[in-house]
RNA sequence: GGCCCCAUCGUCUAGCCCGGCCUAGGACACCAGGUUUUCAUCCUGGCGACAGGGGUUCGAAUCCCCUUGGGGUCACCA
């Protein structure tokens, strides 16, 4: 049996799409599984959009999933070049010997002429298709046209019959060739179109299986005919589900983030990213909801891909990126997050490093806190402000202001907690001698924590109070405390 | 509109190919309760689907047909 060999062969007209990348993945899985090759190949024969930054991108997103390829654009391989337009050349030769064997033929007609040809058609409510009519040119009057310098382009001469094939995901698909239109390989200006050239080079890279997703079904059939014509084996398809927004339409920036960056931008882990791309369209087992890139490897059958189109629900990868979250180590987990926090401006690199057990400790009692990495310092921007400066959110402050005694209770309490500080009691004695402290006051716990919370942090939730007050310093809580003295004491 | 593809809880899905074990399972979200100094985590429970109609069969979520609905695609883009 041949040797599995499959690609990626994205265009690098923009950033990697999400959608891209689960394609690449499939794949990538599907080579891995199989003890076959997964080759990269950048399809830029669209000169106008295609750029190498977008190129470096695309690569650059690749192996930060943890995608690697065999062959490719950067590190070569057999089959190079890998990328479409440094294989023109032999674009060129398959195109004349289409050419040669009446496969295809060269056409005249003008883009007005087409156009035209076109609105008539759908005016007439007919389906818009090339009429032929450069499809039998004597060979006298093609060549007087090259002679006078008319540019042409390449038409695939699409035979009589239906076009059959075998789709690993969907089984037998067929199209009447009616359907499909005399399509154009090669442009008047010599650079050869994608359904075209895909062909040409699966054909020279020795491609066995093509994976892509369901937009590109209906060109399927163009492409299977130019194997046959050009008496080459056909690879095996599989055209994945399409992944849409919210809206049910394939998934565009309208309805939310299409970039694999942006997802790495808003700090979602990438593993939760690798994990929540399977599941749009495939499931380990139907009941395992977390698992590995490896497992994905171990488990991965095209065969098991679902059909239809998948809501990108990003309900679920938050709750999926909190459960990679929560599973991290804390060093990892803060490492991860020091970018946002710099970002944000809470720190420095050179701040966080020179407090690094005190940095690990915030993360640490975060961690169950935060779905993402990017929700970081906006839960923990009260231990950078400064003591007078806590801003107080509306929950925090209500919850505070709720207690009648609150005030009166956190005034006293204030007392006892500089004392309990001199003394230098450990955290826990703090906690324990409070909860001795309210008890023996006879009044209920919220009375105080409340208030406290709010002066502390200003928040409505987060970690334990005497673990905040360790990381603040003692004399940084007991300011705070002043602080909402005053501050929850004013009138709202 | 033509052609092609698809159709299980609101969402992601298991089951479908090889009909019975399906009283249709899991997860997210949502709701209720428990734990807790708060939030979160965690635990328990609840809500909630085989699009409709015909067949085939002793028996259909599973096979067939039709209808409806949704999507994709109709470029000298990929």
Redesign the pocket.
């Known amino acids: 049996m041949k040797t599995v060999r499959v690609r990626f062969?994205?265009?690098p007209?923009g950033r990697l799409h999400i959608g891209g990348a689960r394609t690449a993945l499939f794949n990538w899985a599907y080579a891995r599984r199989q003890g076959g090759k997964f080759l990269l190949r950048i399809?830029?024969?669209?000169r106008?959009?295609s750029t190498l930054e977008f190129e470096r991108a695309i690569l650059e997103g690749l192996s930060w999933l943890g995608i690697d390829w065999d062959e490719g654009p950067d590190i070569g391989g057999p089959c190079a070049p890998y990328r479409?337009t440094e294989r023109v050349e032999r674009h060129r030769e398959y195109a004349a010997r289409l050419l040669a064997k009446g496969a295809a033929y060269h056409c005249f007609?003008?883009?007005e002429r087409?156009e035209a040809l076109?609105e008539g058609q759908s005016a007439r409510?007919e389906?818009?298709?090339?009429d032929r009519k450069c499809a039998n040119l004597a060979k006298a009057e093609v060549d007087a046209q090259l002679a006078a310098g008319v540019?042409p382009?390449v038409r695939f001469n699409v035979p009589a019959g239906t076009t059959r094939f075998q789709d690993h995901v969907?089984?037998?698909?067929?199209?009447?060739n009616k359907?499909v239109?005399d399509?154009?390989m090669v442009?008047?200006?010599g650079?050869p179109?994608?359904?075209f050239?895909?062909v040409c080079d699966d054909i020279d890279m020795g491609i066995t299986h093509v994976f892509r997703g369901?937009?590109?079904?209906?060109?399927t059939p163009k492409q299977v005919l130019l194997y046959e014509a050009l008496g080459e084996m056909v690879p095996e398809f599989g055209?994945l589900?399409?992944m849409?927004g919210t809206?049910?339409?394939?998934l565009s920036k309208r309805t939310g983030d299409t970039a694999l960056q942006d997802y790495h931008e808003r700090g979602y882990p990438k593993e939760a990213i690798i994990n929540f791309l399977c599941?749009?369209?495939?499931?380990l087992?139907?009941?395992?909801?977390i698992f590995s890139i490896d497992d994905l490897v171990a488990n991965f059958d095209i065969?098991?891909v679902?059909?239809?189109?998948?809501?990108?629900?990003i309900?679920?990868f938050?709750?999926?990126s909190?459960?990679y979250i929560?599973k991290d180590s804390v060093e990892h987990l803060a490492a991860m997050c020091t970018p946002f926090v710099i970002k944000a401006g809470l720190a420095t690199q050179a701040e966080l490093d020179a407090r690094k057990e005190w940095f690990l400790r915030i993360v640490r009692g975060e961690q169950?806190?935060i779905r993402t990495y990017s929700e970081l310092p906006a839960r923990i921007g009260f231990l950078f402000a400064k003591d007078e400066a806590v801003i107080y959110e509306a929950d925090a402050e209500k919850?505070a202001r709720k207690q009648p005694a609150g005030l009166a209770t956190l005034a006293d309490y204030r007392v006892w907690l500089a004392e309990a500080l001199q003394q230098r009691k450990t955290t826990a004695e703090l906690?324990d001698g409070t909860?001795a402290w309210v008890g023996a006051r006879g009044v209920k716990?919220?009375v105080l924590?409340?208030p406290l919370?709010c002066a502390l942090t200003g928040?409505?939730?987060?970690?334990?109070?005497?673990?905040l007050i360790e990381l603040l310093g003692g004399d940084h809580a007991l300011a705070r405390i002043d602080a909402a003295l005053i501050r929850l004491a004013a009138a709202v």
């Not at 399809?43 to 669209?46: A, G, K, L, Q, V």
């Not at 809206?247 to 394939?250: A, F, H, P, Q, Y």
């Not at 599941?279 to 499931?283: D, N, P, R, S």
């Open positions: 062969a994205p265009s007209t399809e830029d024969t669209d106008e959009r479409q007609c003008s883009s087409l076109r409510k389906k818009p298709a090339y540019k382009v969907r089984g037998e698909v067929s199209f009447d359907e239109d399509w154009i442009r008047a200006d650079m179109i994608y359904n050239v895909v369901e937009e590109h079904l209906v060109n055209h589900p399409l849409l809206d049910g339409k394939k599941l749009q369209g495939w499931a087992n139907g009941s395992t909801e065969k098991d679902t059909k239809a189109g998948a809501i990108f629900d309900d679920k938050q709750w999926m909190g459960e929560r169950e806190r919850n906690r909860k716990m919220p924590y409340q919370r928040q409505a939730g987060g970690p334990d109070l005497f673990d």
